[in-house]
């Protein structure tokens, strides 16, 4: 099966913590296999190991990667790149040719301003509307679209825990 990984750009580990780790916990949920943070920050990486490790699956973040030899070293791997911003094409005019692809897909969120770079490096510039929003956000709607919302079902091997739906209150099963 198609790898799916994030590249997270910009992270400014005074400020981007807790966005950064809400990215790779989106990412995660909605079934992408990892993320690659390109700044310092144990922080990020010990955090989402911990859901990981309690919730189960295996989901890796690998922080300090220098972001344009991921995005060489992924293209060379023969892996797709598409990058969220809101001056790419909409989503639903690409996301089904994203999606019959079966090369790996590599998908880069950015904090503050993108490098400019980036623009030119990637196959596909995808705007999830083309107002301004929230890495988070365009991220989640991404990854429902390209696994047309079957990654809801998921199931995460080795979990340790597990929440039992319920109507009201709160059930969670230890494993
Ligand atoms: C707070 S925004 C910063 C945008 C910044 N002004 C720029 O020009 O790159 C952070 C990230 O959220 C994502 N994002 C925000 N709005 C988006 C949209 N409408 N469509 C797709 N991605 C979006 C992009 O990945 C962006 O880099």
Same mark, same amino acid.
């Given at each position: ?69 991921? &995005? ?7 892996? $797709? ?6 001056? %790419?094409?909409? !989503?639903? @005019? ?57 990654? &809801? ?7 340790? $825990? ?6 009201? %209150?709160?059930? !969670?099963? @230890?494993?």
């Amino acid at each position: 099966m198609r790898k799916v990984c994030i590249l997270r750009l910009g992270h400014r580990p005074e400020r981007d913590q807790r966005v950064t780790t809400h990215v790779g916990l989106t990412a995660r949920a909605l079934g992408a296999d990892g993320m690659y943070l390109a700044a310092d920050d144990a922080g990020v990486v010990g955090s989402i190991g911990d859901v990981v490790e309690r919730w189960g699956g295996a989901f890796f973040v690998e922080h300090r990667v220098p972001w344009k030899k991921c &995005i060489r070293d992924w293209k060379e791997k023969g892996g $797709i790149v598409a990058h969220l911003t809101m001056y %790419g094409l909409e !989503v639903g @005019e690409v996301v089904s040719d994203i999606r019959q692809r079966t090369e790996d897909l590599l998908i880069i969120v950015g904090a503050e301003k993108v490098p400019g770079d980036v623009y030119g490096m990637v196959d596909y510039n995808v705007s999830v509307t083309n107002q301004p929003h929230s890495e988070i956000s365009s991220l989640a709607v991404f990854l429902d679209r390209l696994f047309e919302g079957r990654e &809801i079902e998921h199931r995460f091997d080795g979990a340790k $825990i597990r929440v039992e739906p319920c109507g009201a %209150g709160k059930r !969670v099963i @230890e494993l």
